[in-house]
């Protein structure tokens, strides 16, 4: 830095995101300068804005002093700003990190919800910790609540109390945005369940030989639902005559199993159990059965059974 006698044309933003001191302590300030002089210069950049003393230009300005000013001559003056302002006794670290903050968004180092990577130097190990966290805060303080910001860097209002609302409003957001994303992967499953199931029944239309159903889902006159629940409604009656014959069919052949596996069971033992047979236990109907013509019927029906169990 050159020591020179530059005029102030205004002050860097960056500079403007640090309070200025409360009245009591200004004067205090300008007392001091005034008895033993500005022992620290005043900072401004080459095109004379001013990057460090604004209080300090304040208060040379009510003792009556004209204050020095130097150039800053590096190239980062988010840092350099942050750094002459890191001992501000009067200062709490929550109102330090949110000035911090707002220099390195003005700064451009903030970016989807995030400090970027390498950006910002807070250290390592147990003492970066807290800083860390308080600047984390600042930031989402800055991304769902930045009317905050001014009231925490005034004092006004605690880092953490500003945080507090600040983060209710983004896990809100977050809340949101799962929500979202869940619907889309929901609408999606459905529509691919939807469209499988469509494929299903256009193959079975197909199958069916319905060209009539095939072309109103075609035609776009029927989706594919509607057209299979009128095409089962149509065949209705003649599936439910064929279910009949299928039961009755059932029914036959459940009879005929039940009469083998009787007539198997007494295979042998014949004689022994027709020796209780007494007509009159029957009635005349089931009595009727047991005539020489009826059991060569049955002869002939269990030749005819075989022939068809063998042909299986």
């Known amino acids: 830095m050159n020591e020179i006698n530059e005029i102030i044309v205004g002050i860097h933003p960056y500079a403007e ?106 250290g390592t190990g147990s003492d970066s910790e807290g800083p860390r966290k308080l600047l984390s805060w600042a930031g989402i303080i800055l991304d769902y609540k930045p009317d905050l910001a001014i009231r925490v860097t005034s004092g006004e209002l605690s880092i953490k109390e500003a945080f507090t609302l600040a983060d209710a409003i983004r896990t809100s957001a977050e809340r949101d945005k799962i929500m979202a994303r869940e619907k889309v992967r929901r609408e999606k499953d459905e529509a691919a369940a939807e469209a499988e199931a469509n494929a299903k029944i256009v193959a079975d239309l197909t199958i069916a030989g319905e060209t009539k159903f095939l072309d109103l889902v075609n035609d776009g006159v029927m989706t594919p639902r509607v057209a299979w629940a009128a095409y089962r409604e149509e065949t209705r009656k003649q599936r439910e005559a064929e279910q009949a014959e299928r039961d009755a069919q059932a029914s036959y052949f459940n009879g005929i199993s039940r009469a083998i596996r009787v007539a198997a069971s007494s295979a042998g033992h014949m004689h022994e159990r027709m020796q209780p047979y007494d007509p009159a236990d029957l009635d005349e109907r089931h009595n009727s059965a047991f005539t020489e013509e009826k059991i060569d019927a049955l002869l002939q029906f269990a030749h005819e059974m075989k022939a068809w169990v063998t042909s299986k």
């Not at 302002?85 to 903030?110: F, H, I, K, P």
């Open 17 to 122: 995101k640090f309070p200025m001191l409360q009245e009591v302590e200004l004067s205090e300030l300008a007392d001091s300068i005034r008895a033993n002089g500005l022992r620290n210069p005043i900072v401004v950049t080459l095109d004379g804005l001013l990057l460090d003393g604004r209080n300090r230009r304040e208060a040379c300005a009510r003792a009556g002093v004209t204050p020095t000013v130097v150039v800053y001559e590096g190239d980062d003056f988010a840092e350099y700003v942050i750094d002459c302002n890191s001992a501000r006794r009067n200062l709490t670290s929550g109102q330090r990190a949110m000035c911090d903050a707002l220099v390195y968004l003005e700064d451009g180092r903030r970016g989807d919800g995030r400090w970027r990577r390498g950006a910002i130097d807070i």
